[in-house]
């Protein structure tokens, strides 16, 4: 049985890397308690802490291929979890502000609520009328067609890539052109 108390984490990750999942639970077992405890100074909540650490070392071992050597295993982890909170706290910051503005909506009648609406798409209608040719083309296949990202890159002779880069710029206009509390 090898003993890897002596090994680098550099050294361990390569090990896990090749399929050595015990030199995976020795890197565990030395980082989790530093990483739950950032996490806990960040999110002042024990268990979203743990959750977080947890996808941190989920994600690190289903894509331990694709890293690649580390020089600082214990840098590349820290901004993996520093990664994973900010994410994690901007969806529920979203998530938030959604039903702050569910809640206020619901206090509207029917009537401003259709009102509402109507606004909303003379405003979207109007930002994709702001988009560039090809790339209201590609938002249109993508969200009107149903289109996937491969599909619109087959059609329109650009890799999914440059698909997905087009709808996400193509949202960043639709949004700045909205001028709703929702938004």
């Known amino acids: 049985m090898k003993t890897y108390s002596e090994y680098s984490d550099e050294l361990l990750f390569s090990l896990v890397q090749n399929g050595d ?3 995976f639970d020795i890197l565990y077992e030395r980082f989790f308690p530093l990483l739950y405890i950032h996490a806990l100074r960040k999110l002042q909540d024990t268990q979203e802490a743990k959750d ?30 520093k990664n994973n909170i900010l994410n994690f706290l901007e969806k529920k910051n979203v998530r938030s502000n959604y039903l702050e ?7 509207y009648s029917p009537v401003e609520n259709y009102v509402f609406e109507k606004e909303l798409q003379t405003q979207i209608e ?23 990202h491969k599909e619109i890159g087959e059609q329109l002779n650009i890799s999914d890539k440059t698909v997905k880069r087009q709808i ?10 909205i001028n709703f509390l929702f938004f």
């Open 21 to 23: 999942n015990a030199a």
């Open 126 to 148: 109007e930002g994709i009328d702001l988009l560039p040719e090809k790339m209201r083309l590609v938002f249109e296949l993508s969200r009107y067609e149903h289109l996937s």
């Open 52 to 81: 977080l650490v947890q996808d941190t070392f989920t994600i690190l071992y289903q894509k331990r291929a694709e890293v690649g050597q580390l020089q600082n295993f214990s840098g590349y982890l820290y901004i993996s979890l």
């Open 101 to 107: 503005n569910m809640d206020a909506q619901q206090a």
């Open 168 to 177: 996400v710029n193509a949202l960043k206009i639709i949004r700045s052109k």
